[in-house]
């Protein structure tokens, strides 16, 4: 049965696209699915992040080629609205890739903050060599992760890159050795970190690293950052973290 499967990890919500028979391929329902998993995360004041994956053998097979070539623009784009929800997600997001993420699928892997692979994972565009136009963002998504010249190889040209290829491009994070299983693990104690922090700290400062990403000079990121820092600097969190920052440096005197 093709579905998106949802678990709580602590303060990390791991999302799986399952529908192995058709190696994760999307569509319409499943990416109407996943929109909704990542919006019920995102709802959840005691979520903090969110891992992303596929259920072997892929990580995602790209949209179904069936509901792909019967798509009109408003089909299209409701088959990205699964992934676009991912990169428009509030909350720091993590793609576990342990197989194919081809096309669709290799969207839904840029969509994330970052990604983590095992050795069975590729990172195919294919858009071309299936006749068809990339979509989805994914031309923008590619060359801001990777840059222009390795965009091109992957697009124009059909080069396929494993995980080892794929984090000296700059487009996996970490290669971790070992199964999905290790895989997911992973990804989701790195995606743990995030539980020491204030919930909408997390989201003010990852909204904040958005936008200085698009400025052209210092000056204008430190004017960016003075408001949402000025508001962290009064609030209770702060409050409570420096009472008790200064406890423990009392204590250490005193001792």
């Not at 995102?42 to 080629?65: I, K």
């Not at 396929?160 to 070992?178: E, F, I, S, T």
Request: include cysteine; charged fraction near 20%; hydrophobic fraction near 50%.
């Amino acid at each position: 049965m093709a579905e998106i499967k949802v678990e709580r990890r602590d303060s990390v919500a791991l999302v799986t696209v399952h529908d192995p028979d058709k190696r994760n391929a999307l569509t319409l329902d499943l990416s109407a699915d996943l929109a909704d998993a990542v919006a019920d995360a995102e709802a959840d004041a005691s979520v903090h992040a969110l891992v992303v994956t596929g259920t072997p053998p892929a990580f995602c097979a790209g949209a179904n080629l069936t509901a792909l070539g019967e798509a009109k623009e408003e089909g299209l784009r409701a088959i990205y609205e699964g992934f676009l929800a991912v990169a428009r997600c509030t909350l720091p997001t993590i793609a576990a890739v342990g197989g194919q993420a081809v096309g669709a699928g290799l969207n839904l892997a840029l969509a994330a903050d970052l990604r983590f692979a095992n050795t069975n994972a590729r990172f195919d565009a294919r858009f071309l060599r299936l006749g068809i136009h990339p979509g989805g963002g994914m031309t923008w998504m590619l060359q801001r992760a990777v840059g222009p010249q390795q965009a091109t190889a992957m697009t124009l040209f059909g080069e396929v890159l494993d995980a080892h290829d794929a984090a000296a491009a700059g487009l996996v994070h970490r290669v971790v050795d070992g199964d999905h299983a290790a895989l997911v693990a992973a990804a989701v104690e790195f995606a743990s970190a995030t539980a020491e922090v204030p919930r909408e700290l997390l989201i003010t400062t990852k909204r904040t690293m958005r936008a200085t990403r698009a400025l052209p000079t210092h000056a204008e990121a430190v004017s960016t950052e003075v408001v949402p820092q000025l508001a962290s600097l009064e609030s209770p969190e702060f409050a409570a973290r420096l009472a008790a920052a200064q406890t423990r440096i009392s204590g250490s005197s005193a001792n």
